[in-house]
């Protein structure tokens, strides 16, 4: 029994680890559970979910899996080349010849091996781009299918690490991981076979570490996956803040909130910084751990190699001879060396389905806006809208708007004014059908909108609203926007009708100039006078003004006084407006409060009746005499 000790010590430290690690698992397990509050898919959904973007690259893949089978010939039938070769090197009778002929084939293995490698890496870098850009695309078409209200819920920042990083981890997976994977499956499989008919019993000893292995890689798996999850969530967290915070950079700089605002930066950095040092040490205590198994299963040969020599004994009826161990110690690293790699790549592969549940819990989003199985497209529209006793609630029984009814004819010029809350911009969200509504109709042309279909619809309508998003380009680009067949001097006749081309002369580049990010090089009653331009080019049926005059000084909004007239022979034009001076040639004023329609008419007949148009009104004229 003494003799064996060694071997005893051996597996009592390789057992008390794996009592230890299983003890911790069954502690940390109710915890691990209750710590992630992210929709949990199973293994098998994600891998089939993902496979649907393999598929069509099926054949590069059967080709790829026959030059794994010839690298991989090369790892399981080098160790008995060099076997042959220490034989030769070791017999009584040295034959240069044959040891020269063992040498090219051992090198010729070696070359085969490394040129697959090879066109293995370039095949699947050509995939995993497509592969890439399917994925970005299809979560990048999801988003823009969701609906205002969903997408007001949802950080820009969240959304942006969908579609940009979490779709690089699902890309490597095809690349590498699973590629990987299946390599060193077959290696694995090739070893156990070759060293069976080396030695069947060094192979029994050597599978016994085996279902240590399961053991730790099974504890492995579970943890992982949770701190997968934090490092995500934690790089989600800092990504959505800094989208805000750069944005908001000067009213930061404004307020003098530069050292609150460094101080959330850095918790959050604190908290992505523990989550990745939390993923690394589970995987610093896993690769370890396979190690000692390794270390382990060469202890056991050497020491009965070692034993059979000195004591000149067999083991299970077998001799061990030097050839024998020098293919088994190589076997053994052949065996371990792809479970130590497998360690690497698991870790890539939870943060590859990590990274898949984002994405697909971003495309599993059902849009709350869609179009009806038998929408109909508009080729044109007269521009007449109706509200139906129209009921609208953001949240749940928070009504906006109490059944409003109205209706506007073709050509028509209507207002809409009342305090801030009253539910203005609502009714403008709603003919967009930005919204769906609770109760009631909302008519275009006599039919109900949600028997048009959206983009038909929206085709129609041209929004100017108050805050003016330009994008990054030049204005040419943001002002044609849907049509880039339009010329410059279609372009430089819709600037001109909206007097946008006194400021775009002067500038050097002219249509050619420059917008930076969000337009921030112009002015905001510039940037109105673009989006103006933008509305005006492509001729819409129906002309929404959102507060589109709130930015433009007193000299600017007479020239748009002007350019309102003329864009009442376009089509029929809805304005919403603090300014009740740019509403006053309305053909019709309807004035809201608490989500309710309590007057309408022209400008003469609301002031006539004395009443809440005349109140809003009276305060305005008196502010302006006092500014005087």
């Given at each position: ?233 934690s790089r989600t967290n800092l990504n959505t803040f ?243 067949s339009m010329t410059d001097e279609q372009v430089m ?15 050097d580049g002219g249509l050619d100039e420059a917008v ?113």
């Amino acid at each position: 029994m003494r003799e064996y000790l060694p071997l005893i010590i051996v597996g009592a430290v390789i057992g008390a680890f794996t009592v230890i690690f299983a003890s911790a698992y069954l502690a940390l397990k109710k915890r691990l559970k209750d710590s992630s509050g992210d929709r949990h898919m199973q293994d098998s959904e994600l891998v089939k979910r993902m496979l649907r973007y393999a598929a069509p690259y099926w054949k590069s893949f059967l080709l790829i899996f026959f030059i794994m089978l010839a690298s991989s010939a090369y790892e399981i039938l080098s160790p008995l080349l060099i076997g042959e070769i220490q034989d030769t090197i070791k017999g009584g009778s040295f034959e240069l010849t044959r040891l020269r002929d063992l040498v090219i084939l051992y090198a010729g293995m070696l070359a085969v091996s490394m040129v697959c490698t090879y066109f293995q890496a370039i095949i699947l870098q050509k995939i995993g781009q497509k592969i890439l850009s399917a994925i970005r695309m299809d979560t990048f078409t999801r988003i823009e299918q969701l609906s205002h209200a969903q997408l007001s819920t949802i950080p820009v920042g969240k959304l942006v690490t969908r579609v940009s990083n979490d779709p690089n981890a699902i890309s490597y997976l095809f690349t590498n991981v699973l590629v990987t994977l299946v390599k060193n499956t077959l290696v694995i499989f090739g070893v156990l076979a070759a060293m069976l008919t080396v030695n069947y019993a060094l192979t029994l000893m050597v599978l016994c570490f085996v279902p240590f292995l399961v053991v730790f890689t099974l504890i492995f798996q579970k943890f992982s996956r949770h701190v997968h999850r934090e490092v995500n969530n934690s790089r989600t967290n800092l990504n959505t803040f800094l989208s805000e915070n750069l944005s908001g950079m000067k009213i930061t700089q404004i307020f003098n909130r530069a050292a609150r605002k460094r101080q959330e930066f850095g918790d959050r950095s604190h908290r992505f910084e523990k989550a990745k040092f939390s993923r690394i040490a589970v995987f610093g205590i896993f690769r370890p751990m396979v190690y000692m198994l390794y270390v382990g299963s060469n202890l056991f040969l050497f020491y009965f190699a070692c034993k059979g020599s000195i004591q000149n004994t067999a083991f299970l009826g077998t001799v061990i001879t030097s050839r024998i161990v020098v293919e088994f110690y190589l076997y053994i690293s052949r065996f371990f060396n792809p479970i130590q790699t497998l360690a690497e790549q698991f870790d890539m592969l939870e943060q590859s389905f990590a990274s898949a549940e984002k994405i697909f819990t971003v495309m599993d989003m059902e849009p709350e806006v869609v179009d009806a199985e038998d929408a109909i497209e508009l080729e044109n529209i007269r521009g007449e809208i109706e509200f139906r006793d129209v009921w609208f609630a953001y949240k749940p029984d928070e009504w906006v708007l109490k059944g409003v009814s109205f209706h506007v004819l073709p050509m028509q010029t209507v207002a809409f004014v009342g305090s801030t809350g009253s539910g203005k911009s609502t009714i403008l969200s709603l003919i967009c059908r930005n919204y769906d509504i609770q109760k009631g109709q909302i008519l275009i042309d006599g039919i109900d909108i949600r028997r048009i279909k959206i983009s038909s619809l929206r085709r129609h309508f041209g929004q100017m609203l108050q805050d003016v998003f330009l994008f990054s380009g030049d204005i040419r680009s943001n002002i044609v926007l849907r049509d880039e067949s339009m010329t410059d001097e279609q372009v430089m006749e819709a600037c001109r009708y909206v007097n946008a081309d006194s400021f775009i002369n002067r500038l050097d580049g002219g249509l050619d100039e420059a917008v930076r990010e969000r337009g921030n090089n112009f002015s905001s009653g510039q940037r109105q006078l673009l989006s103006f331009a933008r509305t005006i080019i492509h001729k819409p049926s129906v002309m929404i003004l959102d507060e589109a005059t709130a930015n433009i000084d007193t000299e600017t909004e007479l020239l748009i006084q002007d350019s309102l007239e003329k864009m009442k022979n376009i089509g029929t034009m809805l304005i919403v407006a603090h300014r009740l001076s740019t509403v006053q040639h309305a053909d019709n004023i309807i004035v809201l409060s608490h989500g309710k329609i309590v007057e309408q008419g022209n400008h003469q007949d609301l002031l006539h009746q004395h009443g809440r148009y005349y109140q809003l009104y009276s305060i305005q004229h008196q502010r302006q005499a006092l500014q005087q």
